[in-house]
Every structure is written in structure tokens, then in C-alpha cells.
């Protein structure tokens, strides 16, 4: 009797979305995002316009609500920061970042095609100074366990994550083990001079990797989407608040803060300061 299989379990919803997503060009990754973001952006603006909000009124509040508007702008800058920390802590293994992360993986592999002929004429050093030297075998030992160490520093740095600062820490640790791998073994002048070179690269990518359009991109629409949301929730808005613009159906105000409070505290505090400048100028002409 024919035994029979089961069959597979169906993959969760998830799973096939980030398989189908891993089958995309990057150029097809990137315009499914814009789109899926756009229209997230536009449906949260217009239930935030539309909707009946709770809006914090009264030019006694004004103080309240730029307050308020400020300290959630760098909230939410904290919280992209947040997430492009985990993104680096898990190598950056999906679009746009994985370019980051195979150029680095590319790097990586030149990186010790590069160190391969300065390994094996330090190996061959080492053997000729033992015998041209007399090495004892405490010298010996010690001059081994230097290029251990060395390796052991090279495969440490090729393994950070893209914004590592230790990057830096361990390439001068390198350098200066090839430095003095140059002043001990003559030899190995070219080849050491080249491979510190090659090792102070790499660990400057790492620590200033470049900034993809894509990375931009996502801060922006992220920001946006939470400083409409938060500021339909509670209530912001900064025209009704320093202006005292009645309450209309339409919380154009509302879209207006938010939007602002995604761009970041920096821009936030520009249009305050704006906003702030255009009522004082418009006291002053009706005066």
C-alpha cells in the first residue's frame, strides 16, 4: 500500500510576503515601498482631517501644545534612531540596507585577498628568523601567537555591523601589529605598508557607512506617519493654538503639525518660530 505524504504547511502570510519580497530587484523594492508608504501617509492624513478629534484649545494652551509638539518631535527621532540601531545589529539584511551589507561582505573578501600575501611572507619570516636567529622556542611560540592575534583582530573587525565605532579601536590595534611586524621582519616592508592601508579602509566604511537614499527615504515617510498619527490622538494643533483659528470640520492644522513633528525637532522648531514671527507681524500691522 502506497504510503502517502503530507502535504507541506501552507507558510504564513509573512513568510511568502518576505519570500516574494526577497524575489524583487532592489529597484522593485524600492517602488513598492514608496507606493505602500504614500498610501499609508495619505489614508492617515485624511482620517485625521475628516475624523472628530478632541483638539486642545484655547490660546491658554498654546504654550502647552508647542511644548508637547517639540518633546514628541524628538521623541520620534529617538525612535528612528532606535530602529536603525537594530537594523545595524542584524547586518542590515534587508532592502535598502542589504547593499550596505554586501558591500561590505565585498570588502570583506577583498579585504583578505589582500592580507593573503602578507600572511603567508609573515608565516615565512617567522620560519627564517627562527633558524637565522636560533630562536629558543619561548620566541618562538610568541612570534606565532602575534600573528594569531593579528588574524584574530582582522576577522573581529570584517564581523561589525555597519556603524560599529569599534571598528576604529580594533584597526589600530591592527596597524600597530603591522607596524611592528614591518621594524621586526624587513621583508615584509611592501606587503605590511599595503595591508595597513587595506585594514584602516575597511574600518573607515564600517564606521561611516554610506548614507542610501533608500535609508532616507524611510526616515522621512516613518517620521511623517507617526507625527500624524500622534498628533490626531492628542489633539495638536499649532495654527488653532497660536492663531486661535476656530475649529472647522476639516483639521487641516492637525495634518499640518503632524507633518511637521515628523520632519524632526529641528525643522519642528523652525515653523514654531515661524509661526510664532507671522502672529507678532500680524499684531503689529493691525496695530
Do not use: C
Amino acid at each position: 500500500m502506497a504510503s502517502q505524504q503530507t502535504p507541506p504547511r501552507q507558510a504564513g502570510i509573512f513568510q511568502r510576503w518576505a519570500q516574494s519580497w526577497a524575489q524583487k530587484t532592489q529597484s522593485e523594492q524600492a517602488r513598492s515601498f514608496l507606493i505602500w508608504a504614500t498610501i499609508v501617509l495619505v489614508v492617515a492624513v485624511v482620517l485625521t482631517a475628516f475624523l472628530p478629534i478632541a483638539l486642545i484649545g484655547g490660546f491658554k494652551d498654546a504654550t502647552a501644545v508647542i511644548t508637547i509638539v517639540t518633546l514628541t518631535s524628538v521623541g520620534i527621532e529617538r525612535v528612528i534612531e532606535g530602529f536603525w540601531t537594530y537594523i545595524g545589529l542584524t547586518k542590515n539584511s534587508w532592502w535598502p540596507f542589504n547593499s550596505i551589507s554586501q558591500n561590505i561582505s565585498n570588502m570583506a573578501s577583498d579585504l583578505d585577498k589582500e592580507l593573503t600575501p602578507f600572511y603567508q611572507q609573515l608565516t615565512q619570516a617567522v620560519e627564517d628568523a627562527k633558524i637565522a636567529e636560533n630562536w629558543t622556542d619561548e620566541q618562538y611560540t610568541a612570534a606565532k601567537k602575534e600573528i594569531t592575534d593579528f588574524q584574530a583582530s582582522i576577522d573581529q573587525l570584517t564581523k561589525l555591523a555597519p556603524g560599529n565605532q569599534l571598528a576604529l579601536s580594533i584597526a589600530s590595534a591592527a596597524s600597530q601589529l603591522a607596524s611592528g611586524f614591518k621594524q621586526k621582519y624587513t621583508t615584509l616592508d611592501t606587503v605590511a605598508t599595503f595591508a595597513d592601508q587595506a585594514i584602516n579602509g575597511f574600518a573607515y566604511f564600517i564606521v561611516t557607512p554610506a548614507d542610501t537614499l533608500g535609508r532616507r527615504l524611510i526616515s522621512l515617510y516613518l517620521g511623517m506617519i507617526l507625527g500624524v498619527v500622534i498628533a490626531a490622538v492628542f489633539g495638536l494643533d499649532l495654527l488653532r493654538a497660536i492663531f486661535q483659528i476656530p475649529t472647522i470640520a476639516f483639521h487641516y492644522g492637525v495634518v499640518f503639525t503632524g507633518l511637521a513633528i515628523g520632519l524632526g525637532s529641528s525643522p519642528t522648531h523652525e515653523v514654531i518660530q515661524l509661526l510664532q514671527q507671522w502672529k507678532t507681524n500680524l499684531k503689529t500691522q493691525s496695530a
